[in-house]
């Protein structure tokens, strides 16, 4: 095994890592010896996902397309073997990955892995299935690190998108739909303005009560595409001359990243935009018709000046933003609606009534017409149900329990009993996703006081 290191060692600079993966040959002494196997695979995952994508081409892989603990067990396990020179083809169909791997998974989430051919390991020409046999067809750990990387086009599928946004966000199924379906329309008008084409934006108004998932929602989006993702607050803005934050500020982040003055293809998200309705005051006098106003300026242009402050002055940028995608949202609580019976009732959660919100909800609630009518896709969120609440804390991919475990490097179940006990507080009290993140933190935090929880900086 050490020979085979040595070589290996030409062709990535994690000699360590497949060592460790190599010693998986080695089956003897199972199931005793199972701790020791999954504590190995975790540390290794930890590692990766703590990586340089840029110097690690598979850490790149993993990261862009979130693979699950298993996933990325059964992608080593395979690279190692090939560059062992087995033939993986041969030797190891699939019920015995499945026997074999029930040290890392389950064996109904590790069938479910090589028979969805919809996985990235699939789609992105890693594995390739023929008869019962899972063959591997790329190999990441065989890269040289010496190679350099290759900007390479990539082709966007609105359903692969989707699919994988499935993934983390649970639920609100027609939402996620007219999303992906306005954020692509959005490349889709980026792409057709190299050819000198000139499109009006599409941006996106986003409602729905609290926990939700708007954020969430968007930032996962965000990262499927890879492109950058930027939140902002309106309640934090004033109009320009007042003390605060403003409505430029938002661009700030994006402005290191922009070529020739062109920022790039990215996603605004600006949350609380209910929070400067018509009529309410902001602090120091500072009216929200006015922030309004300027956060129209912003979105309806594609070019826009940003000041920056200097010691002996300020410095004035013209910055192209015809790339950027705005999308705001809101709760908007008890918001106004006019039924078809003319009556006027007040809703927490008006999309769970069933009635579908239009711009002219919006206008009644004190958003500008001006601003409304700058928004092509209006998407609604509906609240959380229990079985809702319940798929997010239990989701394998990125749910709050899944996340704390992976930090403390635990495989401690928690209890039926506490499970439903979170779950019905989260639904009595009407706490959403973000509630629930928040009492599964409160569940785990004893655990980061104790000795076995350790990091270096």
Known sequence: MQETTKKLTKYTSRAQLVENILAWNDWSGLPTREAQYVQTFKDIYARLLRSNADKFPLVEFIQKHKLSQT??????????????????????????????????????????????RKSALF???????????????KNFLALATSQKRKTKKRTLNPQRVLTQLNKYVIGQDEAKKQLVAGVFEHLVKCASAKNGKTFNKSNIFISGPTGTGKTYMCECLAKILNIPFVHADASQYTQTGYVGMDVSDVLRPLAKEAKAGKLPISIVFIDEIDKIRQGSEREGGAASTNVQAELLRLIESNFYRLETKLSLGKSIHKLDISQVLFVVGGAFENLQVKHADKSVGFTQEPVTKGRKLTAEDYI?????????????????????????????LLNPHNGPLQQYKELLHTSTQVSPTIIENLLNEAYERHLGARGLHQQVGQLFQAQFLENKVQIEI
């Open 364 to 392: 009644a609630y004190g958003m500008m017409p001006e601003l409304i009518g700058r928004f092509s896709y209006f998407v609604q969120l509906k609240g959380l149900e229990k079985d809702d609440l319940r798929q997010i």
């Open 123 to 137: 789609t992105e020409g890693i594995f390739a299935a023929i008869g019962g046999r899972i063959d591997l067809k």
């Open 71 to 116: 996933e990325v067990f059964l992608l080593l396990r395979l690279s190692a073997l090939d560059l062992q020179r087995i033939m993986v083809a041969g030797n190891y169909q699939v019920n015995t990955l499945l026997e074999k791997g029930q040290i890392i998974g389950k064996r109904a989430e590790l069938l479910s892995i090589l028979i969805d």
